[in-house]
T-cell receptor
Framework: KAGVTQTPRYLIKTRGQQVTLSCSPI?????VSWYQQTPGQGLQFLFE???????NKGNFPGRFSGRQFSNSRSEMNVSTLELGDSALYLC??????????????FGPGTRLTVL | GQNIDQPTEMTATEGAIVQINCTYQ??????LFWYQQHAGEAPTFLSY????GLEEKGRFSSFLSRSKGYSYLLLKELQMKDSASYLC????????????FGTGTRLTVIP
């Protein structure tokens, strides 16, 4: 079974631009969560989607948004990019949200550099 | 607020045993996870604890004490490939699937 895939793997953008990142979960997984990883802050939760609905949201500004499609694939969008948005963006999928033993499996991430 | 503390770095010798501690103060605790992350790679799942006690999985074991807000990851028979960051994460809230991560412990295994 294929793992979580994320595209693109690397992106370079300039300040003020916007970017869209894509995540395809493991087949059969319906919950997708997004995280931002930076050297200073570590892994921080952005938001979670299940059945095309945002279930939870972390403490990030409204410039960060996402959506999920009927096939469980998800996209996240960052508008008006800032230098501080440079990070590794990780997507994680799980079978269902918060089953008693459910586990999130991470994709390889998209490395975003903002110049 | 939420807080997770782990040591920043640890060094251990190949073949030895190492214990990585994690203390947490969070609301709505719904399970604790340990992930391994090699440099430049995605985190990979190691273990999950939701009840107090020890979970053993091969060379890796994880312990949880909910009353103390404490967990540890025990790695036995260390191998060079175990050099990585180890992330402690708490799932917050019932019905939620967001993980709150510590900043991770970078483990270096030396010959």
């Amino acid at each position: 079974k294929a793992g979580v895939t994320q595209t693109p793997r690397y992106l370079i953008k300039t300040r003020g631009q916007q970017v869209t990142l894509s995540c395809s979960p493991i087949s059969g997984h319906r919950s997708v969560s997004w995280y931002q990883q930076t050297p200073g802050q570590g892994l921080q939760f952005l938001f979670e989607y299940f059945s095309e609905t945002q279930r939870n949201k972390g403490n990030f500004p409204g410039r960060f948004s996402g959506r999920q499609f009927s096939n469980s694939r998800s996209e996240m969008n960052v508008s008006t990019l800032e230098l501080g948005d440079s990070a590794l963006y990780l997507c994680a999928s799980s079978l269902v949200p918060s089953g008693s033993t459910d586990t999130q499996y991470f994709g390889p991430g998209t490395r975003l550099t903002v110049l | 607020g939420q807080n997770i503390d782990q040591p920043t770095e640890m060094t251990a010798t190949e073949g030895a045993i190492v214990q990585i501690n994690c203390t947490y103060q969070t609301s709505g605790f719904n399970g604790l996870f340990w992930y391994q992350q090699h440099a430049g790679e995605a985190p990979t799942f190691l273990s999950y604890n939701v009840l107090d006690g020890l979970e053993e999985k091969g060379r890796f074991s994880s312990f949880l004490s909910r009353s103390k807000g404490y967990s540890y990851l025990l790695l036995k028979e260390l191998q060079m490939k175990d050099s990585a960051s180890y992330l402690c994460a708490v799932r917050i809230g019932a019905g939620a699937n967001n993980l709150f991560f510590g900043t991770g412990t970078r483990l270096t295994v030396i010959p």
